[in-house]
């Protein structure tokens, strides 16, 4: 599996900007005047349009030695991320407090890096927010068959040492010897840029934004993890926090600084991503089965397992399970989560188009695709569509 070895190879060149026109000024924006910026180091930026795109932060929960050595939270920041490598390269028992996809993701790294790596999660399962307990459980034997231990369920106190930790302390009175803590438990929008521009926030959601991404303030858009999100079905508040969402975002608002030129409201966070652990890749996009139920959707489940390339006893062959739900009387696709090899990622993409253009069953079921041996499931099997005819066939019985 190819990997990293450095922070430095992942890092966004700025070249292609500079070689746009674009100028970059390192600095902190302190106060707004009108038009104008004051930076923290003295300087005045005038703006004609001015997007605002701060991010996230993470959340730290009320946990006792989150000041300890060894302990470390999730910064998108380059030296901090060092930092935390070169950690992790010296530590041999570490304990990640979250299990998101952050939590996750950084899990499997250090399980493939040899460690010795436990996952802490007060929820029963991992990704809890993005897949239905069926397929967090790919995700969960992804961790425990290469040696990775799963405390879900429970939560963290106390992290236990003197300067440095050697211990944490759950709620169900456990204690787990480590000498590494990663903090990933979520993160949550910086908008503390909003007070300083005069523009209107959320507490704890985020810019307040219309469907063009504009603030309360003309002239000043709010875009990505920093901008209040919504659900795409209910409109509510939707905490998730995506770079495919940030760039749909500032694409619309960058189409439309100074005039209405796609006129089309961006419809609100579908939460599509996918990500691989170990050999297992899952995909979601659109709702899960459990927050259809919460939202109380009448809904019908359609579900297919069969090999990704054809016929399935090929070298490079692996198994794709997908779960879809349609509307029971729209009969259009609420959503969809799919696991299996590298071909999850492209098909999770697909379903996100399906979903924005409210493709029902029917044209699902009809539709006209390209197949090969060597790239694809066979066309009479094809995961999606199958899928999509189990759910059919499920319109009038219990599914």
Not at 188 to 194: L, V
Request: with cysteine.
């Amino acid at each position: 599996m190819n990997r990293l070895e450095k922070v430095d190879d992942d890092i966004l060149p700025d070249a292609p900007l500079e070689a746009a026109g674009i100028e970059i000024i390192i600095d902190t924006v302190v106060d707004r005047n009108g038009r104008r910026l004051r930076c923290a180091g003295g300087e005045e930026i005038r703006f004609e349009r001015l997007v605002v795109a701060t991010g996230s932060i993470p959340m730290l929960p009320p946990i006792r030695g989150l000041d300890k050595g060894g302990v470390f939270t999730v910064i998108k920041e380059i030296s901090a991320l060092r930092t935390l490598k070169q950690a992790a390269e010296q530590a041999n028992d570490i304990v990640v407090i979250g299990g998101g996809y952050v939590g996750v993701e950084f899990a499997d790294e250090l399980l493939a890096k040899g460690k010795r790596v436990t996952i802490i999660d007060r929820l029963d399962h991992l990704l809890p927010q993005a897949l239905d307990a069926e397929f967090s459980a790919f995700i969960e034997a992804a961790i425990t068959d290469r040696g990775g231990e799963l405390r879900l369920g429970t939560s963290v106190t106390d992290i236990e040492g003197g300067d440095h930790v050697e211990a944490v302390l759950l709620d169900n009175g456990q204690r787990l010897h480590c000498d590494l803590v990663i903090m990933a438990v979520g993160f949550k929008p910086n908008h503390s840029i909003g007070a300083k521009l005069g523009i209107e926030v959320s507490p704890g959601h985020g810019i307040k934004v219309d469907e063009y991404m504009r603030t309360s303030s003309p002239g000043i858009f709010a875009v990505g993890d920093c901008a209040e999100q919504h659900n795409c079905y209910t409109g509510e508040n939707w905490p998730i926090m995506l770079a495919s969402t940030a760039m749909a975002q500032g694409r619309l608002a960058g189409s439309n600084l100074y005039s209405i030129k796609v006129v089309k409201t961006f419809q609100g966070v579908l939460g599509t991503f996918s990500s691989k652990i170990g050999g297992t890749a899952v995909g979601v996009s659109g709702l899960t089965e459990a927050q259809a139920q919460r939202m109380g959707l009448d809904y019908v489940v359609g579900r297919a397992r069969v090999p990704d390339r054809h016929p399935g006893t090929l070298d490079d062959a692996s198994t794709i399970e997908i779960k879809l739900l349609f509307s029971r009387f729209c009969h259009t696709l609420l959503g969809g989560q799919i696991k299996g090899g590298d071909s999850v990622g492209e098909m999770a993409n697909i379903l996100a188009v399906m979903i924005q253009n409210e493709m029902t069953d029917m044209e699902i079921d009809t539709l006209q695709i390209g197949t090969h041996p060597l790239l694809t499931s066979s066309p009479v099997v094809y995961p999606i569509i199958s899928a999509t005819v189990d759910a059919i066939s499920n319109w009038f019985g219990n599914d």
